[in-house]
């Protein structure tokens, strides 16, 4: 069955960097909508970036010029490298996959608060 195992949290000063890593299973990430949402305490999901199955990939206008998403096919692991972190980064930081999204949903995804198909634990940023 699908896996998402996210890793790579943890707490760094304002303007400092952290990369979380997802390791995944069972995912052909051409068929899939890979994405990174956040939530802060209090706080409504939030989509930071999406990589679409073809490639495309989508920022919030919170995170951009800041966050760069990746994937490795051949490790199987969709990574956020996290630069220039703010307080307001502060959340838990959730891997997620949507098979068979269009990239209009792809991109939609950003900046909104879709229910994706499957999604990982979770990992903790805090931004101090």
């Known amino acids: 069955h699908v896996q998402l195992v996210e890793s790579g949290g943890g707490s760094v000063q304002a303007g400092g960097s952290l990369r979380l890593s997802c390791a995944t299973s069972r995912i052909t990430y051409s068929s899939y909508c890979m994405g990174w949402f956040r939530q802060a305490p209090g706080k409504e999901r939030e989509g930071v970036a999406t990589?679409?199955?073809?490639?495309?990939?989508y920022y919030s206008d919170s995170v951009k010029g800041r966050f760069t998403v990746s994937r490795d096919n051949a490790k199987n692991t969709v990574s956020l490298q996290m630069d220039s972190l703010k307080p307001e980064d502060t959340a838990m930081y959730y891997c997620a996959a949507e098979r068979w999204a269009s990239v209009v949903w792809c991109g939609r995804a950003v900046g909104g608060a879709p229910s994706w198909e499957y999604r990982g634990q979770g990992t903790q940023v805090t931004v101090s």
């Open positions: 990589i679409f199955g073809g490639g495309v990939i």
